[in-house]
């Protein structure tokens, strides 16, 4: 099966940016697309980027568009989540995960249609 592993979380004051990473390594599958979902205490897991294989498209969920940015290295089979004017609303665990192909009728932002998941990287912006 695939592995994911992520990097780069860590503690940031409002305003500030990060980088995450995520490695992909084992099986890999042609066309798949790439998710990052952040859990906060408490809450559920939420969509947060997606892009597909090509790095041609993107999706975004509203509360982070115009500060975060995704991208894809796929030489390196990494993806990137850049995050810019980060706000203490922004912390929790941030996941990667696996959509191996189209799936008919389920949506990007669904995390039910992702496939392999890392083990999360903490990001925790100070007020």
């Known amino acids: 099966q695939v592995q994911l592993v992520e990097s780069g979380g860590g503690l940031v004051q409002a305003g500030g940016s990060l980088r995450l990473s995520c490695v992909v390594s084992?099986?890999?599958?042609?066309?798949?697309?790439m998710g990052w979902f952040r859990q906060a205490p408490g809450k559920e897991r939420e969509f947060v980027a997606a892009?597909?294989?090509?790095?041609?498209?993107?999706y975004y969920a509203d509360s982070v568009k115009g500060r975060f940015t995704i991208s894809r290295d796929n030489a390196k089979n990494t993806v990137y989540l850049q995050e810019n004017s980060v706000k203490p609303e922004d912390t929790a665990v941030y996941y990667c995960?696996?959509?191996?192909?189209?799936?008919?009728?389920?949506?990007?932002?669904?995390?039910?249609?992702?496939?392999?998941w890392g083990q999360g990287t903490q990001v925790t912006v100070s007020s």
């Open positions: 995960a696996v959509r191996t192909g189209v799936i008919i009728g389920t949506s990007i932002r669904a995390a039910a249609s992702y496939s392999y």
């Open positions: 892009i597909t294989w090509s790095g041609a498209t993107t």
């Open positions: 084992g099986r890999t599958f042609s066309n798949y697309v």
